[in-house]
């Protein structure tokens, strides 16, 4: 299998362990070892204390799995299957899908949403959201692209690297739509829990279909990144059954410590989203101060849902030069338009994490100093 280099990837490899100020990241202040246990007690301690360093079930830890499932309305642990979240990607598009089939893609995306497809030779279409005062994703959009031809419908809501979500109208609509034209959902579910009104929050899709394939995980709402664990959530008995065959060529299984880490980091949920709503809602405040003091420069308009936004630069300005500068200059990194294959002048921001008032200031010193 050949596959194209992952942009966004190999940028972060370049430069998100040297660069002082991360202003980019997608997942949310990360907890830490003793954060996490503090807030755990009773069988769930006990499970970490004894907890021996072998393999585990491939599927997935029963009680993680269990305990996956209150995050759903009807999903079962028998129809969980816990893996790596990038590892979920590559499993489901390798076996749901084959040489030549259509494939339909929200865009801007996470690159493997759709390379690995691509990789697969099938042929991509991108469903875009138009820019009217904000990101805004429009089915009647979709209903022009979509047919009988299109294999698999990928979807990412709320959105990366946007900040956009649907309505659950919008929804529905979208599972009409598929289900008329036999087509897959893979939703990816990563930045759920998210939402800024938890009255906006949609229903997983693997809720709302058995055609669909859900991947959610601990690494961006739950602050957990560094355990590595998400999941797929499936109705459809013989998908899974071809999931666990294949991910005898993955990971085999997945960390031990990771998985108990994981149902603790579920059990404390509430704690930990209330934590990281918090942040989130500050930040979106001095994101808002920010970019009111710099009209001339950017083109700002907050985000629906989710700890990343997508703003405009101005021209004659080019957002990937100025990405470039800016990291260069002030140590400050955000993610230039390259890394998603886009020509269009915005970038991502980050602000889900407890240093972005020091990488604020760095931004405004730059600016200050006269690019």
């Not at 990837?9 to 949310?28: G, K, V």
């Not at 305990?67 to 759903?72: D, K, N, S």
């Not at 739509?177 to 899709?205: G, Q, V």
């Amino acid at each position: 299998m050949r596959i194209d280099p992952f942009k966004l990837e190999r940028y972060f490899a370049r430069y998100e362990f040297t660069a002082p100020y991360l202003l980019s990241s997608s997942d949310c202040e990360p907890l830490d070892l003793n954060e996490l246990l503090s807030m755990i007690h009773g069988e769930t301690m006990k499970m970490w204390n004894i907890l021996k360093l072998g393999y585990t079930e491939s599927q997935g830890h029963p009680e993680l799995r269990s305990e996956i499932t209150q995050l759903y309305q009807s999903i079962q642990p028998e129809q969980v299957m816990v893996c790596v979240p990038e590892e979920g990607i590559f499993i489901a598009m390798n076996n749901l899908l084959q040489e030549k089939d259509e494939v339909i893609t929200t865009f801007p995306a996470y690159q493997s949403l759709y390379e690995v497809a691509r990789s697969l030779g099938c042929r991509i279409k991108y469903w875009k959201p138009r820019y009217e005062k904000g990101w805004h994703f429009k089915v009647e959009d979709l209903e022009k692209m979509i047919s009988s031809n299109t294999r698999l419908l990928v979807i990412n809501f709320p959105h990366n690297p946007t900040g956009a979500t649907i309505t659950p109208k919008q929804q529905e609509e979208i599972v009409d739509l598929a289900h008329t034209y036999d087509t897959i959902i893979f939703s990816d579910e990563m930045y759920r829990y998210l939402e800024y009104d938890e009255a906006t929050r949609l229903p997983s899709m693997a809720d709302k279909s058995e055609q669909a394939v859900t991947l959610c995980g601990m690494s961006k709402s739950f602050a957990l990144a560094g355990l590595r664990i998400g999941w797929l959530s499936v109705k459809n008995t013989d998908w899974l059954r071809q999931f666990m065959k294949f991910k005898d060529y993955t990971t085999i299984c997945n960390s031990a410590p990771s998985e108990v880490l994981a149902l603790m980091g579920l059990k404390a949920r509430d704690k930990i989203l209330r934590r990281n709503h918090d942040i989130i809602h500050t930040n979106l405040a001095r994101l808002n101060d920010f970019f009111d003091r710099h009209t001339s420069i950017f083109g700002w308009f907050p985000p629906k849902a989710g700890p990343v936004a997508f703003p405009r630069l101005h021209e004659p300005l080019d957002a990937n030069d100025f990405c470039r500068d800016l990291l260069e200059k002030k140590g400050v990194m955000l993610l230039p338009p390259e890394v998603y294959d886009m020509k269009a002048n915005h970038f991502r921001i980050g602000f889900a994490r407890k240093n972005l008032p020091e990488a604020l200031e760095k931004v405004d010193e730059y600016l200050n100093e006269g690019y």
